[in-house]
């Protein structure tokens, strides 16, 4: 398998000890199941400059890769043993632990993730992610994918909490649980009043099967076909849209799209008054 070029990176003595060094000036080893609670300072590697902060606001888009046989078992830079198998991230810059929202932009595969590592180094990377993260991503062939990374607020208090005061690894997990895999439908603006149901009563239509080949603006995904189909409504006036439905584990998501636009430039066009309807994710695709 060829592994991401930061996997590549990371393997080599430079890096690891200025990961060491990162992590506050040394990289405490912790029992099996244990980890702290580290921010770390300013560090410098291959002459670029990263200061680790708290930022509860974190919401950025880029590249991401992803590392696993040749790391399963070594330490993180929090002094955990890194597991390939589980859903944890390493991040250049934000607090270890803290909990992330990794959104694929090219398919909308959504996972929660726990950072708890330094990296990735290559400069066009924002986030590695273990394998099991990157199966569920589908970009385990491919080794990057577009993606977009949100913190998650709450989720990442919790853990911090926990390993402050000593919690284990299984705690923090379970203080994730139920983090939303995509944001609230509440989030989005409401849509006029609906008008006055028909007499007859008819079956729901089936979500639409996506259009063909081309630019779309998806507007976002949402875990009810309901609040989906309003923001759908709400969209009309930019375009045909369209409800599709896809799935996250267990979980079913609703993708909203407009579309298909003749080219790149109209389909940005297009996300561009979306997001200015207040859909601020809204992004384009192209399939």
Known sequence: MNYPISATLRATGVVMSVLMLAACGTTTSQPDGRSSYKVGGTYVIAGQVYTPEENLRYNESGMASWYGPGFHGRR???GEAYDQHAMTAAHRTLPMPSVVRVTNLSNGNTVILRVNDRGPFARNRIIDVSRAAAERLD???????????????????????????GGSVSEQM?????????????AVPPPPPPPPPPQAVTARPAPAAPAGPGYFVQAGA????????????????F???AVSQTS?????????????????????SAAGR????????ARVVNE
């Not at 649980?177 to 439908?185: F, H, K, N």
């Not at 996250?248 to 940005?268: E, I, K, N």
């Not at 979306?274 to 994710?281: E, I, K, L, S």
């Open 139 to 165: 970009m385990v062939k491919s080794g990057v994918a577009s993606v977009r990374v949100e913190i998650l607020p709450e989720e990442s208090t919790r853990v911090k909490d926990i390993a402050r005061n």
């Open 239 to 241: 375009g045909d849209g």
């Open 274 to 281: 979306v997001q200015q309807a207040g859909y601020r994710d």
């Open 248 to 268: 996250f584990g267990p979980t079913s998501l609703y993708r909203v799209r407009l579309g298909p636009y003749a080219s790149a430039d109209a389909a940005q």
């Open 222 to 237: 949402f875990t009810s076909i309901d609040g989906a189909e309003r923001v759908r409504a709400s969209l009309a006036r």
């Open 76 to 78: 993180t830079a929090n």
């Open 174 to 186: 379970a203080a994730m649980r139920g983090a939303p895999s995509a944001p609230a439908v509440a």
